[in-house]
């Protein structure tokens, strides 16, 4: 099995910053791609930022420039660095990695989420 556990979320004033990391365990031969959602009261589920192993990282373009996603492989790791937070960007933070395990089977993998709040 795999789990995917975050952490780093919490209340931060509007312009603050927050750091959050998502550790992958479990049965993983290798992770193919990690990455981060979003999702707002009300609103559907919205990708933030995606790394796929060896190519660039997307990003979503209500978060460009201010937010920014990293891996440590050894560490089966993915951190994301939010700058200049607004009000808008309060949700729900999800990990999602498409992870191989040893079976050879490549399956899309979701963590529980960690909630972000940006208010005064």
């Known amino acids: 099995q795999v789990q995917l556990v975050e952490s780093g979320g919490g209340l931060v004033q509007p312009g603050g910053s927050l750091r959050l990391s998502c550790a992958a365990s479990g049965s993983i031969c290798r992770i193919n791609a990690m990455g981060w959602y979003r999702q707002a009261p009300g609103k559907q589920r919205e990708l933030v930022a995606i790394d796929a192993s060896g190519f660039s990282i997307n990003y979503a373009d209500s978060v460009k420039g201010r937010f920014t996603s990293s891996r440590d492989h050894a560490k089966n790791t993915i951190y994301l660095q939010m700058n200049d937070l607004k009000p808008e960007d309060t949700a729900v933070y999800f990990c999602?990695?498409?992870?191989?395990?040893?079976?050879?089977?490549?399956?899309?993998?979701w963590g529980r989420g960690t909630l972000v709040t940006v208010s005064s």
């Open positions: 999602n990695a498409n992870i191989i395990d040893w079976q050879q089977t490549a399956r899309n993998y």
